[in-house]
């Protein structure tokens, strides 16, 4: 299959564009668009049979739920989900459009594909005028993982779904880079207590403010640390094609630690890959013409590391590297979210 890529304006998306992918999803096609945090696979996700062809596009197995995408609250909602509570609308009206996701009950329109079987749905509306212009205009809500191959590193351009997807979906929009780059916060609201199940683009103190209380519980990152709460949550998420080694503990003997892991790799004659902030670069010798590098930015701009993160782990990846270092970054605000990520994509954590 040949895959049409369009350019489109991110912010003033012209509608003929938006009307031919709106034409594609209708007939039960597959079209990755950009949302404010990474871009998604959109399908209808009412069309089983169009939701079945994300999870082959992606290789991704059934037991992982997709996300549904929806244009507004309200009525939108009401297609998909049932018995929404006061709190859940609260935090709609608060948080949306934008980067949080709420588990919901599951609506009897939508597919049980989309659920993975569950009996829960997963619902966001996207804070990107393309995204909702999309969905609008293909009257239905849409079903969109991320648009990249099952456990790879997410796409936060058009190039990177291409590197991924090229061949396997009818469409792509480029909408350039994506904004926040980390996806979404999913919040449980069927849990008893409000639980977050993955870290993303709304902090945790953002919630918390909101809400009062709130679990955080994300799936456990090595198998037998308990059961995965959100299905997708696996071990080995966003992975970049060579083993990753993070560095966890304060920047003094992080740097130690990186300066000792090339030195060791240079001994060895292996090709190496770094991510690190701008602050590590400064303190660090680093010899570039061996270490194919990736700035992840300052640390004292978590949104700006957020946004380069899943570009720059693409980019030291395609130098083909056999190993790559990492620094950990702090858990704060998006830290978080940026943390969660480097964690899963790690083979091993090295806590300092
Ligand atoms: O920012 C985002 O959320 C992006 C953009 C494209 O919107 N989408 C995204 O989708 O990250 P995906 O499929 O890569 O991740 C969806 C996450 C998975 O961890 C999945 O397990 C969880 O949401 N999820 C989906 N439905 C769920 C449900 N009913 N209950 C619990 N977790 C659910
Ligand atoms: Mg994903």
Partial sequence: METRVLKVHPWRPEPEVVEAAARVLRGGGLVAFPTETVYGLGADALDAEAVQRIFEAKARPADDPVIVHVCEAGAEVDRVAVDVSDEARRLMQRFWPGPLTLVLKRGPRVP??????????????????????????AGTPLGAPSANRFAHTSPTSAQHVLDDLEGRIEMVLDGGPTRIGVESTVLDMTAEVPTVLRPGGVSLEALTGELGTVRFRPAARAPGEGAAHSPGLQDRHYAPGAPMHLYCGDDGAVRRALEEALAHAHRQGQRVGLLASTEDLQAMAVDRDRVEVGVLGSLANLEEVARNLFRVMREVDAAHPELILARDVPERGLG????????????VVVEL
Wanted: hydrophobic share 45%; proline share 5%.
């Fill in 336 to 347: 978080r979210a940026i943390r969660d990520r480097l964690r899963r994509a790690a083979k």
């Fill in 112 to 137: 049980t594909v989309v659920t993975a079987g569950g009996d829960t749905v997963a619902v966001r509306c996207p804070d990107h005028p393309l995204a909702r212009a999309l969905i609008r205009a």
